[in-house]
């Protein structure tokens, strides 16, 4: 049982059957799975595919002939800091096509590429991401930077300190930048900077990635290169050796308003999946 506000996008993942999408459509919503199963243990996992600002939902229950332990978390941990690409926005048109519906429908978080990189590194992972932000300019109406937000429960929507303790990951990712576009690079660069020194006051030894974005046009990747660059040679001559840059190899603009599609996800996750591990040696 499911319980929430306005409507959600919800994947299933059954053992290791193929996940499918439900639509959430009121306040408590019943799914039901058991009928496609046999007798026996089974793992059943649900992830709210729509980013946080779109709607609330909460876990209620499952009703079963019993529940069993589960099994242990993996030992790693990832976090995906970013935008609309790390929500996995316009990525999924199995419902409904782009330009039609709701801006959201077309949301995927779990088969978005930091959720598919960290299965395949044996991660857990954290998606902190927002649609429109940017490190020194949102788009979108949006009067807030990923800076601003970035050290509360809910982005956006309170004031809430969250508690970085409850999770600290061995690698950050960051993929900001789309949004913001070309900037002057010593303004861009010093709040680039600045955002990651803030990052490991609370994640002392992480690996900490900056990413380029996966759907920039010429003009902003080559720009991006450069304020990446940048930002860690000055890193490293402070003594900071766990941050990388890392540049993706092609613009990804198969999906809905130049957002990567679902297949070319997973082309991003294989790239970021190999760089991780030839830094980590996972």
Not at 4 to 23: A, C, F, H, K
Not at 92 to 121: F, I, K, P
Not at 157 to 180: H, K, M
Not at 190 to 204: E, L, M, Q, T, V
Request: a negative charge.
């Amino acid at each position: 049982m499911l319980w929430g506000t306005s409507y959600n996008y919800v994947e299933i993942i059954i053992d290791s059957l193929p996940p499918y999408r439900i639509r959430t459509n009121g306040r408590q919503n019943d799914i039901l799975a058991g009928e496609c199963l046999g007798y026996g243990e089974h793992t059943i996992t649900i992830v709210k595919n729509t980013e946080a600002n779109i709607g609330y939902l909460k876990f209620r229950g499952l009703s079963c002939e019993e529940l069993l332990m589960l099994p242990g978390m993996p030992s790693r941990k990832i976090e995906f800091i970013g935008n609309s690409i790390t929500c996995g926005t316009g990525s999924d048109t199995s419902e409904v096509s782009c330009n039609s519906g709701q801006w959201h429908d077309q949301h995927n978080a779990y088969m978005s590429y930091g959720s598919l990189t960290a299965r395949a590194l044996n991660a857990e992972w954290h998606l902190s991401a927002y649609s429109g932000v940017g490190l020194v300019h949102s788009c979108c109406g949006l009067q807030f930077t990923m800076p601003q937000i970035y050290d509360k429960v809910n982005f956006r929507e309170d004031s809430i300190a969250w508690d970085f303790s409850r999770y600290i990951p061995d690698v950050v990712t960051i993929c900001l930048g789309q949004n913001d576009g070309v900037q002057d690079s010593s303004v861009f660069c010093s709040a680039y900077s600045g955002f990651i020194k803030k990052i490991r006051s609370h994640y002392p030894h992480a690996y900490i990635v900056c990413l380029t974005s996966p759907m920039a046009d010429n003009t902003l990747n080559t720009a991006m290169k450069k304020y990446l660059s940048a930002v860690e040679a000055a890193l490293h001559a402070e003594g900071d050796s766990r941050v990388h840059k890392f540049f993706f190899s092609k613009s990804y603009n198969g999906g809905c308003d130049n957002h990567p599609s679902l297949e070319e996800h997973k082309l991003i996750a294989g790239e970021l999946t190999a760089f991780i591990r030839s830094i980590t040696g996972w």
